[in-house]
């Protein structure tokens, strides 16, 4: 596959969520099954002839088909996309209101009672990840599988979130729970101090099982204070993070925890309609590479 050409697409018609509202109006939520549509599958007469398969292991088979189909050319993903529990930053701009958070207090460490530069999680952020390790565990009961990799934003809250959601599930030796931190699936960067990262050696002090990609400078060298990433700009950083996963990772089932802006450049680069997520969501998407 040429990886500079790659094209991304979304694939309708197997999840509900691509059916749901767009807008800020709407807030996606974590689905019943993860929204999977009960449909048929080309290759249900081969693999499930006695109709005894769950939908999900139905649904892998078929996605299993596709990629020999491809043969390396076309690659279907499914990704399940988690946008980190409430940050301490959510929860200032919940008080003080949109305008003031932009105006003033995004540009601040925190005021006297909190802090939210590389924000942390709240304890209802903590709660919201929890309730997603709750539903992880009850799908992979009824036979919904497992992430075969997981990838995570370097953001304190996205590394908390990740580490929560999926602590003491019951994982294989060929797909650890070992998260790779990316610097690409951060949040737009620029201006608002709780997307300011904190360093190498605070990440690796505090996630000593996450692996830190080599590329990862000890300081974050890509927030200003002055000057907020552009739309162009993450759209252009989003199709470099997934040309990048996608050329070296051959799982076809991938976890992506980051954020609310990241999620939005994301369905603008792969087609998806502009649905946004709430924190502590977790929402499915497939994507055709070709």
């Known amino acids: ?3 500079d050409s790659t094209s991304f697409q979304v694939v309708p018609g197997f999840f509900r969520h691509y059916e749901e509202p767009t807008g800020p109006q709407f807030r996606a939520i974590t689905l019943p099954n993860m929204g999977l549509i009960d449909r048929a599958y080309e290759t249900d007469a081969a693999f499930d002839p006695e109709g005894k398969k769950t ?26 996309l988690i946008r980190h529990g409430q940050g301490y930053h959510n929860l200032k701009e919940a008080e003080v209101g949109r305008h003031e958070w932009e105006t003033f207090w995004s540009h601040i460490n925190g005021d006297d009672r909190t802090v939210w ?13 929890q309730a997603l390790n709750d539903f992880w565990r009850n799908a992979i009961a009824t036979g919904m599988p497992t992430p075969q990799k997981y990838y995570t934003s370097p953001l304190a809250r996205c590394l908390a979130t990740t580490s929560i959601t999926y602590s ?32 190498r050696s605070w990440i690796a002090d505090n996630y000593p099982s996450f692996q830190i990609e080599p ?9 200003q204070s002055d000057r907020r990433e552009t739309e162009k700009e993450i759209a252009d950083r989003v199709r470099t993070l997934l040309r990048d996963i996608f050329s070296r990772d051959d799982k076809f089932i991938l976890s992506f925890t980051a954020h609310s802006g990241f999620l ?3 369905y603008g680069v792969i087609g998806h309609p502009d649905v946004w997520v709430s924190a502590g969501a977790t929402v499915p998407v497939l994507i055709r590479v070709s």
């Not at 999900?56 to 399940?80: D, M, P, T």
């Not at 610097?183 to 737009?188: T, V």
């Open 168 to 199: 003491g599930l019951n994982v294989t030796a060929d797909q650890p729970f070992k998260p790779i931190i990316k610097e690409n699936l951060r949040e737009r960067f620029g201006k608002h101090t709780c997307d300011r990262r904190s360093t």
């Open 55 to 80: 939908q999900w292991e139905r649904f892998v088979r078929f996605l299993e088909h596709k990629n020999e189909q491809g043969q390396g050319r076309v690659q279907y993903k499914l990704i399940f």
């Open 215 to 223: 590329s990862l400078s000890e300081a974050d060298e890509l927030w």
């Open 117 to 129: 530069a590389d924000s942390q999680l709240t304890e209802k952020g903590k709660q919201q990840a």
């Open 1 to 3: 596959m040429a990886i």
């Open 264 to 266: 939005r450049a994301l």
